[in-house]
């Protein structure tokens, strides 16, 4: 089992860069595929980054291509959302995930979530 900590949102203009964070507690967080959601008011959680074990492997939403960069530490534990170019349509509640089994865009593969961290970005 494996407990995730997001931060690093907070309010940024158009135009701005965040860095998100995800901290993972345990030993076995290299064992782990990690995605980035993000959810807006009424919606379901949308797909933003994946990134697998080793790192070698990245995806990213259309909506966020060229613009947002997943990492990941493993000697860390930690899993990172570079967002640079930011939009007002990107404020979201975002959600870092972590899937056992599957390298997916599909939330419903993601077995552990963090709580959430706030985006809000002003035009």
């Known amino acids: 089992q494996v407990q995730l900590v997001d931060s690093g949102g907070g309010l940024v203009q158009a135009g701005g860069s965040l860095r998100l964070s995800c901290a993972a507690s345990g030993r076995t967080f290299s064992s782990y595929h990690m995605g980035w959601f993000r959810r807006t008011p009424g919606k379901d959680r949308d797909f933003v980054a994946a990134?697998?074990?080793?790192?070698?492997?990245?995806t990213y939403a259309d909506s966020v291509k060229g613009r947002f960069t997943i990492s990941r530490d493993n000697a860390r534990n930690t899993v990172y959302l570079q967002m640079n170019s930011l939009k007002p349509e990107d404020t979201a509640v975002y959600y870092c995930a972590a899937a056992r089994k599957y390298y997916s865009t599909n939330a419903n593969d993601y077995n552990y979530w963090g709580q959430g961290t706030q985006v809000t970005v002003s035009s």
């Open positions: 990134i697998s074990r080793s790192g070698g492997d990245t």
